[in-house]
């Protein structure tokens, strides 16, 4: 079955700092890849998507995510958070275009101002 | 923008009680989803329909039922709840041309 890994549960970074999430995955076939984010008390959204073309992407907030197909990974990156990237950060993959989108076990980020 | 509502934020229920957990979307997606979100766990897919009367299992389906009588609404059903049913439940709904889900608020329930 496929699976999705984010193997770092909780992190906490001064304002500033540079962040990495990591995030793999376990099958090999063509994926769709997505970033969600869930602010205390709000719903999850979209931070950023991959479906195919440039590996870099870019998304809302100046995060940016990496496709490296080779390590099965599609981690989460950006240069200085900010108290406000307090939140939970999800990884999720679609199989072969299809219906069904896997999440990871969440990464709860604290920043401290 | 794309809305996705449930009806309750916050539920409180007893051990054996019937549970509806209800869901609207205003967007005309087809492909509506209900997942289960616990501490460590991150989301796990209960049921998924992509059509009006149309359902397929997710992950962890045991325990629950839905209902997709038009296209708009989406219901979990929990026939008979037990407190290891004690969850955020997110309701969920999918554009079909990006693949992005659209989320509700969630359902905080509680089993006693």
């Known amino acids: 079955a496929q699976s999705v890994s984010q193997h770092n549960h909780h992190v906490i970074l001064s304002e500033a700092a540079s962040l990495e999430l990591g995030c793999n995955y376990s099958?090999?076939?063509?994926?769709?890849l997505f970033w969600y984010v869930q602010y205390p008390g709000q719903h999850l959204q979209l931070l950023l998507k991959?479906?195919?073309?440039?590996?870099l992407v870019k998304g809302i907030k100046g995060f940016e995510a990496e496709f490296i197909k080779s390590k099965f990974s599609f981690n989460l990156r950006k240069p200085s958070v900010q108290w406000s990237d307090t939140a939970e950060y999800f990884c999720?993959?679609?199989?072969?275009?299809?219906?069904?989108?896997?999440f990871g076990g969440g990464t709860r980020l604290m920043v401290k101002p | 923008d794309v809305k996705v509502t449930q009806s309750s934020r916050y539920l409180v229920k007893r051990t054996g009680e019937k549970v509806f957990l209800e869901c609207v979307q205003d967007?005309?997606?087809?492909?509506m989803f209900w997942y289960r979100q616990d501490p460590g766990l991150g989301l796990r897919l209960i049921y998924f329909?992509?059509?009006?009367?149309?359902?397929e299992k997710g992950d962890i389906p045991e325990g629950y039922s839905v209902s997709r009588e038009k296209k708009e609404r989406f219901s979990l059903i929990l026939e008979s709840a037990s407190t290891n049913q004690t969850s955020m439940y997110l309701c969920?709904?999918?554009?079909?041309?990006?693949?992005?889900?659209?989320f509700g608020e969630g359902s905080r329930l509680t089993v006693l």
């Open positions: 969920a709904s999918r554009q079909r041309d990006t693949g992005e889900l659209f």
């Open positions: 099958y090999g076939g063509t994926v769709n």
């Open positions: 991959y479906f195919s073309g440039d590996p």
């Open positions: 999720a993959v679609i199989l072969n275009a299809g219906n069904m989108l896997t």
């Open positions: 967007m005309d997606h087809e492909n």
């Open positions: 329909s992509y059509d009006v009367k149309m359902k």
